[in-house]
């Protein structure tokens, strides 16, 4: 994957210059040199990513190493971007064509896992952990763009890396910030890293929605449960209305939506009329008018709720992700890389590894893929996962290179998978 995604750069690069054939050839295999001597650093960036198993907005010392390494290697590095603490920017060289890698470096809650284990076993029970492999893809850009430099140092080509985590992505927490901001303004194209359990790459709008994150809040009046229970109005009863009004509403919505709710504040204890109550949602659907549709509809069951319960009702979006849309040119580029590089050469023991995980969770014990995916291109609409990546990918050329890092036929979630 490291090869992957430095052809497609030393491709944006040297396009200008059009440099010949065997110079581009000849950069390519010093490159890929730079990548092999770096190995280890890919390694030990992985399993220590592994290790922190940060949440999101809680990245610190996943963000203090990577930022660390960048520093140690020429990068200028410009922390706590957008107010948000644990993110930052990481610059190097001058000129164009200004190339940006991304990755994300949250983990999710008690999805901690030892490594190298086909059963669930936490390190820790209830722990965080990096159950989506989050703690990967920084580890590919940084030694991609280590390797990168090396030789536009020694060429004098001109061009600048800049280098940027996804900060609680789990929770859409940063990269439309960095859009709102100006932070990613100047920046030419962005190659995005992502695991899979294949080396693919798409174009057009991907599979999955956008979503808004939003949490509806009721307050209402304390009252003794037993001793005078009509002197209350119990905010968590409009927090259960409210979630019951969705779910008889999910018959009238169209199939491709996605909605799921938590309950972050549900009162104190039992004795005790709840004043306050909160319900976290996610509300997904395919493009603009149908998220925001859903949304509204939302909002106006959380405002019926407050009505029949005598309550106060505020509402807070906690984050967005607009449906991801990846440019044609880059990624037809980007996969004709993908077809020199072809998968890894798995052992007997990874496919041994992969088909007991897949085996433990009821999924086909079909091992690991042994075949390229297909160029992904625009299709029938299906419903799935967001990334707040969409919201950068609407400003700029942008696509997401999947890598194979972790075992098909899992729970996207799950610790066992990375």
Do not use: C
Not at 228 to 250: C, H, K, Q, T, Y
Not at 265 to 289: K, L, T
Not at 373 to 384: F, I, K
């Amino acid at each position: 994957m490291h090869r992957t995604l430095l052809l497609l750069a030393l491709t944006l690069l040297l396009a200008p210059a059009a440099t010949a054939a065997q110079d581009l050839d000849d950069l390519i295999e010093r490159v890929e040199a730079g990548v092999m001597e770096r190995a280890k650093l890919a390694q030990v960036m992985v399993d220590k990513i592994f290790s922190f198993s940060e949440l999101g907005q809680q990245e610190i010392e996943t963000s203090a190493y990577v930022t660390g390494i960048l520093e140690e290697n020429g990068f200028t590095v410009e922390r706590g971007v957008s107010g948000i603490p644990t993110a930052w920017m990481a610059r190097w060289g001058s000129g164009s064509p200004v190339i940006s890698f991304g990755s994300d470096i949250d983990g999710i809650p008690k999805a901690n896992q030892k490594p190298g284990v086909a059963y669930h076993e936490p390190l820790i029970p209830g722990a965080p952990g990096h159950g989506e492999g989050h703690n990967s893809g920084q580890g590919v850009n940084v030694v991609a763009a280590l390797a990168l430099k090396e030789v536009m140092e020694a060429e004098g080509i001109e061009g600048t890396l800049v280098l940027w985590p996804g900060v609680a992505e789990e929770q859409l927490g940063s990269k439309a910030w960095f859009v709102r901001d100006g932070l990613m303004d100047d920046i030419d194209v962005t190659l995005f890293t992502h695991v899979s359990s294949n080396l693919s790459v798409s174009w057009g709008q991907a599979g999955g929605t956008g979503l808004v994150s939003v949490e509806f809040t009721f307050a209402g009046e304390a009252a003794h449960g037993a001793g005078a229970p009509w002197r209350g109005r119990s905010a968590l009863d409009a927090v259960e209305l409210m979630n019951v009004a969705w779910n008889f509403r999910r018959e009238h919505l169209h199939p491709n939506q996605r909605s799921h709710y938590v309950i972050s504040d549900g009162g104190d204890q039992p004795n005790v009329v709840p004043q306050r109550a909160s319900v976290w949602y996610f509300i997904r659907e395919m493009d603009y008018e149908d998220i925001k549709r859903n949304y509204e509809t939302a909002v106006r069951i959380a405002e019926g709720a407050a009505i029949m319960t005598d309550t106060e009702m505020t509402y807070q979006v906690r984050g967005a992700a607009w449906p991801r849309h990846f440019n044609r040119t880059v990624a037809e580029t980007m996969y004709e890389h993908i077809q020199e590089v072809g998968l890894p050469e798995w052992t007997e023991d990874d496919h041994a590894f992969a088909k007991a995980v897949q085996q433990s969770v009821g999924s086909d014990p079909r091992g690991l893929p042994t075949e390229l995916s297909q160029l992904g291109t625009p299709g029938p609409r299906r419903s799935g996962g967001s990334d707040d990546i969409g919201d950068i990918s609407w400003t700029m050329p942008t696509i997401t290179l999947r890598f194979p890092s972790n075992v098909p036929g899992l729970p996207a979630t799950t610790g066992r998978a990375r």
